[in-house]
Antibody
């Protein structure tokens, strides 16, 4: 059974940093690209980052480019999202999802507030 | 970036009623994908590659369309179908989602 389990949720102040993790199981993680998607409270879904299976390419939404970094450790079946210079508008539920969006994690809440 | 516009944004349907949700793309896409999301849960893949039902999705659901116009149809509304539905295109990067259609039970 495919499982994606995010961790790292919390409340942080504007301007600070935070790192999310997503542990994958039930499939060959190293064969698949992975995405991060977020959803602000009461809002729709926003794709924010993609990493290729071998980390050779990374893509970002304009809203997070230069502030967020997607990475992965295939030896640990883990996907990461490092978030810097956080803003109030980054407050959202963050989901990891497999390349084709066919499997999603349960999500973690990130709140940016003073 | 391809913009996806869903309509309606909200709607209510009675049990047994036929429901159609539309997703229009600003440029042509090869396929459309749909997700169902209920409050407090992550989105569930619902229809993929325009018309293929994800595992466990009742066959009262169907998807159709091509080019810039796609739709999700429920042949006969049931209470469990009340949810928010999102379309997704991943034909071109960045992947983009529609704004969502909230479907309520009347």
């Amino acid at each position: 059974e495919v499982q994606l389990v995010e961790s790292g949720e919390g409340l942080v102040q504007p301007g600070s940093s935070m790192k999310l993790s997503c542990v994958a199981s039930g499939f060959t993680f190293s064969n698949y690209g992975m995405n991060w998607i977020r959803q602000a409270p009461k809002k729709g879904l926003e794709w924010i980052a993609l990493i290729y299976y071998d980390s050779s390419s990374k893509y970002y939404a304009d809203s997070v480019k230069g502030r967020f970094t997607i990475s992965r450790d295939n030896s640990k079946n883990t996907l990461y999202l490092e978030m810097n210079s956080l803003r109030s508008e980054d407050t959202a539920m963050y989901y990891c999802a497999k390349r084709d969006f066919d499997y999603w994690g349960q999500g973690v809440m990130v709140t940016v507030s003073s | 970036e391809i913009v996806l516009t869903q309509s309606p944004t909200t709607m209510a349907a009675s049990p047994g009623e036929k429901v159609t949700i539309t997703c229009r793309a600003s440029s042509s896409v090869s396929y459309m994908h749909w997700f169902q999301q209920k409050s407090g849960t992550s989105p569930k893949p619902w229809i993929y590659d325009t018309s293929k039902l994800a595992s466990g999705v009742p066959d009262r659901f169907s998807g159709s369309g091509s080019g810039t116009s796609y739709s999700l149809t429920i042949s006969s509304m049931e209470a469990e179908d009340a949810a928010t539905y999102y379309c997704l295109q991943r034909t071109s990067y960045p992947p983009t989602f529609g704004g969502g259609t909230k479907l309520e039970l009347k």
